[in-house]
């Protein structure tokens, strides 16, 4: 069989956008169902949009400490992809604030919006250095380490999560921070090397070296997740009572079937890898698995971000 060309993993991966989405709809009815408010319909699709960009470039940003390079195109493709992202979730929201459709957001309003929406302004700027790095990769013979692109990826990501979970406890911001980047590292890392690795050559080299640093991501991402959980519900009772709960049951759910899922990779899949055996394309269909499970479980969070405790 022909290995997997570079269009056939651009649509493996963009294909866990709408995967993303299908997530987010049952926090909108479990929002509604709950009495919380539920995620609003223009802003959910360019909100997934956004986190999936910046996850996916954290995720290219650290592919040289698996012995892999992404390409500059490539990033700067998902950096303008998040730039117009972010702009969109920016004019969804202002039209949330003032009450309107998004089509009836008046260019001032937007304006003052961006003005006061600090994390979005944060986003797009992160967005539009991806884009000048990428240029200046492939144009100028200037050389900036392309982790610059993952710590951008991170600065956006983190401001926006810290925002959409403010919280009243001062650890707050510390928890979302330290659980939305392990996520991000966790599912842009794999994303980064279906779009990136080539040959079994490729994966034996880069998939032990991603197996042996996921467990830590998998170590920050829970309890922060667990403690998070705990001061924004307050009892066991509202996992079960409010909207806000029910995704957080889910979202669990989803996070135990993706660890047993990468506890099983790494049982088989890796040692495989790293003997060269199997193919490239039975490479890309096992992490194809375990993104389609990833991007449910992004997308809940999404849900999640929206839909009050």
Known sequence: MTPADGRTRALLVVACVPVMAVGVVPPRLSGAAGGAAAPAGAGSLPAVVTLAAAVLLIGLGTLPALGAAPSPMAVGVVGGVWAAASLVAAWARAADQVGVGVGEVALGQFSEGMRHGAPDLVAATCAL??????????????????????????????????????????????????????????????????????????????????SELAPWAVLALVPTGV???????????????????????????????????????????????????????????????????????????????????
């Open 129 to 210: 250095a991806v884009i000048g790095w990428a240029c200046a990769d492939l144009i100028t013979d200037t050389s900036v380490p392309v982790q610059s692109v993952a710590v951008l990826g991170g600065v956006g990501l983190v401001a926006v999560a810290i925002s959409a979970h403010p919280g009243t406890h001062a650890v707050m911001p510390v928890l979302v921070a330290v659980h939305a980047l392990a996520a991000a590292w966790w599912c842009g890392t794999l994303a980064a090397l279906v779009l990136s690795v080539r040959g079994r050559s490729g994966w034996a080299r880069s998939l032990p070296r991603f």
């Open 227 to 309: 403690v998070s959980a705990i001061i924004e519900l307050g009892s066991v009772s509202s996992l079960f009572t409010t909207g806000y709960g029910l995704i957080v049951v889910g979202k669990s759910v989803g996070l135990g079937l993706l660890v047993a899922i990468a506890a099983r990779h790494r049982r088989r899949w890796v040692p495989d890898a790293a003997r060269h055996r199997g193919t490239e394309n039975q490479a890309i269909r096992r992490a194809a698995t375990q993104l389609a499970v990833m991007a449910v479980v992004l997308g809940l969070a999404v849900g999640l971000s929206v839909t009050a405790p």
